[in-house]
């Protein structure tokens, strides 16, 4: 029997390239899938305003880096209390907790919320908030959500929100709130 004679050094060069060829094209796939995936699907923010302290810290200068997720907005599962990301009336991207749903009516009574003449109780995650009636809810009036969702702030004695601009409707929506980050020390879920 003959022993099998090595591959000539041309034919180990092509098999070589052919690997790195193979390893740069699933590299490239990979990185475009992962491109299309996150600007489908997510959203990075940085907090720029303390409006929803404390749950997302906010300054001129430095703030919470927030991953924020597309598709449930697209699948209509908001729900009360969510995170979301939408523009406001001059376009700035901002975030506000989810209050009121489409079809409910939304009024402020001693720092509680009512949701069609009923307190509803807040999640034990966030007791630390405090609702106060300035704007469209001002005095014991309710404003209807009509179709959209009514959104405040965390920090709302400081929040432009739907007190003062109304509803948002659902195609202003954008994104859910759903990670920190960005610094180390407060990485964590942002919805309760």
Known sequence: MTAPTAAPPSGRRRAALRRIARFLERTLAVVGLSFLLYHGCFDVSV?????????????RTSGDWILAEKVSRRLSCLSRWDVVAFRNNEGIQVMK???GLPGETVGIADSRVLINGKVVEIPAKLSFLRYYDYGNVREGKTVACGRGYYVMGDDSKDSE????EGPIEPERLFARAWLRVWPWSRIGWVSP
Not at 161 to 164: L, M, T, V
């Open 47 to 59: 907090i720029a305003e303390g409006s929803m302290q404390p749950t997302l810290q906010g300054n």
């Open 97 to 99: 907790r989810v209050v």
């Open 161 to 164: 929100d739907s007190r003062y």
